[in-house]
């Protein structure tokens, strides 16, 4: 007898081109259940959640909702049965207000024939929903979308969905921007209509931590195959999880790593008194040794991604110093920054650090090129350059003409990489490395910065996964509202003394006595 649930997929096949997504997959999804939805970049997870909602349809294979069989043809006949879906692009409209844009699919607050914005009832009726929900000291109705963090988009988005009468919400990589404090307030949100209007929730993740924290149940792909198929967490153990995600077990996600041996050895780089001149670093001091990870960690917003853009040049410094092999950098820029051997793998791949829509090849060679006098690109030179990235971080590619966006997430960053170890750098500022990639390219990422730094790069890790932070550096620095909360040495590392500086303490360094 078929399991009973308010959303199952049967036997779902779906093929892109010549590749199978998914391969006859069963899953059910059970009213006021947070099933997780789990496997590596490209196989399947994400693509399941498309189906149910709409984007895409499945070539083979049935979907029912309610008990009743349906027809998914587009997100607008999910989103009338009751199904939406919350993607990583949100769906809003940043130049309209949280009101509006709550409310704009609502045929009781906008008049098509008469074109007429009830604007006094839109916004009564949005307070009260963020009310409801206790959202109302996290969202104002009047403010902008465009003002918003990523977490308050993710929330808008959430209560889009809830006051539209879904009962089934897909959330496709939910906390893949967010801080641990954000995480946090959006899970609590997920427990309450769980609990209080029986909506069941489907979440595409790799964060193997977070779910065990929030689901009730986890359903595996590998290769388009199901290998969990709606296993209860209460049973589950997160080595079975990883296994059944990468085929293999992985023991040591951070590699085996002596913390602390570069205490004594060179300083390449330091930075005095630091003031960037949006306000957003106030007064940050450290020094980076040969060899060493630093970690710079904290909530979103703490300065940090700010720290390494006025270190490198990209923003203004209003006042304080860069100082390099002890060369004070006047007035840094990019250009500056990479002809004293320091690169930067920005936080953001698809926006900052990739052009996806060129060549592999391309990309790989952009920092190399744009340090050669020539304006023009030797072909044999950047084949030569990818071809030796691609043994050396074992990028899985195609042809190196291809594009980058036909790579996955993991191998994107791993391209990210390569581009700026073409110069081979003294200093690494790496922003968030593992942002958005499964749990095997994470380890595969994490073993290239352990060899970089027994090789003498010294690496800058900006980071908001404390497990991270904790796995792979020898000290971290925590900043909060711009200045230097407070450093920890490996020794002193636990989630609870970060987050205890990120949040609460005054700022100063821990010491050990």
Known sequence: MPEQGILIGENISKHFGGTTALDNVSFCLRPGEVHALMGENGAGKSTLGKIFSGVYKQDSGKVIFNGEEVKIDNPRAAKEIGISIVLQEFNLLPDLSVAENLLICSDEFYSCRHSVLRKRAMYSHAQELLKLFELDGALNVHDKVEKLSVAQMQMLEILKAVDSDAKVIILDEPTAALSPHEVSQLFDIVKRLKAEKNIGFIIVSHKIEEIFEIADRVTVFRDGKQILNGEEMAGMTEQKLVKSMVGREINDLYGSREFGTHKEDEVVLEVRNLFDAKGRVKDISFELR??????????????????????????????????????????????????????????????????????????????????????????????????????????????????????????????????????????????????????????????????????????????????????????????????NAGELDHSQMTEESIATLATINSGGTVNEE
Not at 415 to 424: D, P, Y
Request: proline share 3%; with cysteine.
């Open 290 to 483: 040969r060899g060493e990870i630093l970690g710079l960690t904290g909530i979103a917003g703490a300065g940090r991604s700010e720290c390494a853009r006025c270190i490198l040049g990209v923003d203004k410094i209003k006042s304080g110093q860069v100082i390099v092999h002890g060369e004070e950098i006047t007035h840094p820029t990019l250009r500056k920054s990479i002809e004293v051997g320091i690169g930067f793998v920005t936080e953001d791949r698809k926006n900052d650090g990739l052009i996806l829509d060129e060549s592999i090849m391309q990309n790989t060679s952009m920092v190399k090129h744009s340090m050669q006098k020539s304006p023009f690109l030797s072909t044999r030179q950047a084949r030569a350059t990818a071809s030796e990235m691609k043994e050396k971080l074992n990028i899985k590619m195609g042809n190196m003409l291809d594009s980058c966006d036909s790579l996955s997430g993991g191998n994107q960053q791993k391209v990210l990489l390569a581009k700026w170890l073409t110069m081979n750098p003294d200093i690494l500022i790496v922003d968030e490395p593992t942002r958005g990639i499964d749990i095997s390219a994470k380890s595969e990422i994490y073993s290239i910065l352990n060899r970089l730094s027994d090789s003498g790069v010294a690496i800058l890790m900006i980071s908001s996964e404390m497990p991270e932070i904790i796995g792979m550096c020898d000290r971290t620095i925590v900043m909060r509202e711009g200045i």
